[in-house]
């Protein structure tokens, strides 16, 4: 089995020369190893060429989640699976890869693993109880049968450290372009619902964590509103996502009484940020264009969308 590795990068910075060693210290060694940067100004393409990585060049305003994700079915087309990961990882144990990779050697009807996320050393309480709360210590396989139970967890994958197997990607028209967050979650509906399994594997684990302020939850949540808004049939299919939003706060409060009461204050504007974030993005059709690029993680992707509604709008 074949595997290749994928990275989108854009200024990947002072870490990025440390991930790079890691990657070279994984057991497993990839058949390929590809990076699509998006205009990087630091050494990101420099490093990543002296360390043997093919390195394909795009315009900033070209990035896209899933589009750009989908040019490793070109790229390492002569790869059975493909690992993904954002520049912003980092590896501890050198068995990381492999343990991510097994499961497609041993059951066919595996279309996609991902790992455990960490946090990072640097990462604030909030964040690490985000990692604990998303990633537990347990393997999990996922499927259909799991649907009732788990809701919209069911198809919960991250593309920061993911495998899929390259089959099923082109099977199923690979992720979704022009898709302002949640390309993985996407295909992992897609691959549950024609019976095809997701597994969790625990004890593949990066280190991976941000330390969001009050703004940049905001924007992330306004993007996951969005994402709600324009991928409905995920919902029919799975149920909404009020109930996790509901536990998730429990076990935060309940994490930071014990661990580090003085984040409450944090935690709880943090909640406020999410809930009018998500909000807005829900309804993010009735706002000008200027203003979900600037309430957005992504404003790439509104100007995209905003040229291509001009040049739908154009006299013929």
Not at 198 to 226: C, P, T, W
Request: hydrophobic share 40%.
């Amino acid at each position: 089995m074949k595997t290749g590795l994928f990275i989108p990068t854009l200024n990947a910075g002072k870490e990025w020369e440390k991930l790079l060693r890691s990657i070279e210290e994984q057991s497993h060694t990839c058949h390929r190893r590809v990076i699509v940067d998006s205009g990087s100004s630091d050494q990101t393409v420099a490093l990543a060429h002296r360390y043997g990585w093919e390195v394909v060049e795009i315009s900033p305003t070209a990035f896209d989640h899933g589009g750009t994700r989908n040019m490793a079915l070109t790229l390492l087309s002569d790869c059975d699976v493909v690992v993904y990961l954002t520049q912003d990882v980092m590896f501890d144990l050198p068995d990381a890869l492999s343990r991510l990779v097994e499961p497609f050697e041993i059951n066919p009807e595996v279309a996609c693993s991902y790992g455990r996320q960490l946090p990072h050393d640097d990462a604030s309480a909030v964040a690490r109880h985000a990692r604990i709360f998303n990633y537990p210590v347990r393997s999990q396989i996922k499927d259909h049968h799991m649907i009732e139970t788990y809701g919209f967890k069911t198809c919960f994958v991250s593309n920061s450290f993911a495998a899929w197997r390259m089959s099923d990607l082109r099977q199923n028209g690979g992720f979704p372009s022009d898709i302002v967050f949640g390309e993985d979650a996407c295909m992992a509906a897609k691959l549950i619902l024609k019976e095809k399994q997701i597994v969790y594997v625990a004890d593949a684990q990066v280190h991976h964590s941000h330390n969001y302020n009050f703004l940049e939850v905001m924007k992330r949540y306004f993007d996951i509103g969005v994402f709600h808004a324009t991928q409905p049939w995920i919902r029919d299919q799975f149920g909404t996502v009020s109930g996790e939003g509901v536990r998730f706060i429990v076990s935060e409060v309940r994490y930071l009484l014990m661990h580090a009461p003085h984040y409450l204050l944090k935690a709880a504007l943090d909640n406020l940020s999410k809930m009018l974030g998500y909000r807005l993005g829900r309804v993010y059709h009735r706002l000008p264009f200027a203003l979900r690029a600037r309430l957005s993680l992504n404003p790439n992707y509104w100007e995209r969308l905003k040229q291509k509604s001009c040049k739908c709008d154009a006299p013929s």
